[in-house]
């Protein structure tokens, strides 16, 4: 990029951010730069004997949150990355686009190597430096992640023998009266700033309380689907269920009258980003691709409310 194309181009963002503009200051809530050392080796080719050159690897983290903040396929981000005076500028205004191949193989190398746990890792201690650590306990919650289940009879082989259009990891689970096909997001939100701290995906039939995110020291609070089952966390708030000639009594109501007021909270997370980032739907076939769009999503979701925490501290 020339100088004066540089300088031009800025000089267009300064005006375009007068009118507001939100995402211009989520790139400056986190140390990106401390990212870098976790991802050094995740090329290879990096022995300067020719050959294409790697892009960034920060960039390219960066290009991961945008993906999922806007709930875009890698097309559909190439193009936006070209187009948007303000993906330029979260991006740090790059020279050079990667194409929709290089961001599906960038994010295949990430599952491969395990990196995507690293910087999420990462990203959590960073969290807690800014004194956001947990105090009053923490929520646990899953929803269901849709996948197409494809056209192929409902005996078709899954996993690595599958050759078919069909999701090779997702599964049929039913609740209430609807059911549901693909994965399953498992998250733990911190109670006080309402920050996602932990998370898994599964397919969508295994049971929610087959996933405890808790750990010992904690508070944990969940609704009646975790009911019977015992959590690492050192104090158990959840929702008792009554069973069969065993109805609830007069405290366990009130205590689960207690606990609603504050489980709901992590509905929220699931809500921002299945209706604004549009996560709510996966294209991809296996549960590691599946996570790792997941964990952007709650990347992008953590990036929004440590802004909000920014404007209004807790």
Request: aromatic content about 10%.
């Amino acid at each position: 990029m020339s100088t004066f194309f540089n300088f031009a181009i800025k000089d267009e963002y300064r005006r375009f951010a007068q009118q507001g503009n939100n995402l211009g200051t989520l790139s400056s809530l986190i140390d990106w730069e401390r990212f870098r050392p976790l991802l050094s080796d995740l090329y290879t080719n990096t022995e300067g004997k020719g050959g294409r050159p790697n892009y960034d690897v920060v960039f390219m983290i960066k290009l991961m949150v945008l993906q999922q903040l806007y709930g875009l396929s890698d097309p559909q981000l190439e193009r936006e990355v070209y187009d948007r005076l303000s993906f330029r500028h979260f991006l740090d205004y790059p020279t050079k686009i990667p194409d929709a191949s290089t961001i599906w193989l960038f994010r295949e190398r990430l599952i491969k190597t395990g990196k995507e746990e690293l910087i999420w890792t990462e990203f959590q201690h960073q969290i807690d430096q800014k004194g956001l650590t947990i105090h009053r306990g923490v929520i646990q919650d899953a929803s269901f992640i849709t996948a197409d289940p494809g056209h192929a009879p409902a005996d078709t082989p899954r996993g690595k023998d599958a050759k078919t259009r069909r999701s090779r990891d997702g599964t049929w689970a039913k609740k209430g009266s609807k059911s549901h096909f693909g994965f399953k997001l498992h998250i733990l939100m911190d109670k006080e700033h309402q920050l996602i701290r932990r998370m898994a995906t599964t397919p969508a039939s295994v049971h929610d309380s087959k996933i405890d995110l808790s750990r010992s020291g904690e508070t944990v609070y969940r609704d009646k689907g975790y009911f019977g089952v015992k959590p690492c966390a050192s104090m158990d708030k959840t929702m008792h269920r009554g069973v069969r000639n065993h109805p609830l009594s007069t405290k366990e109501k009130r205590r689960n009258r207690a606990i609603s007021r504050i489980r709901p909270l992590v509905e929220r997370p699931f809500a921002v980003m299945k209706k604004v980032f549009r996560a709510g739907h996966v294209m991809v076939t296996t549960c590691a691709r599946a996570h790792i769009k997941c964990l952007f999503s709650c990347w992008g979701y953590n990036l929004k409310q440590l802004q909000t925490l920014k404007r209004w501290p807790v």
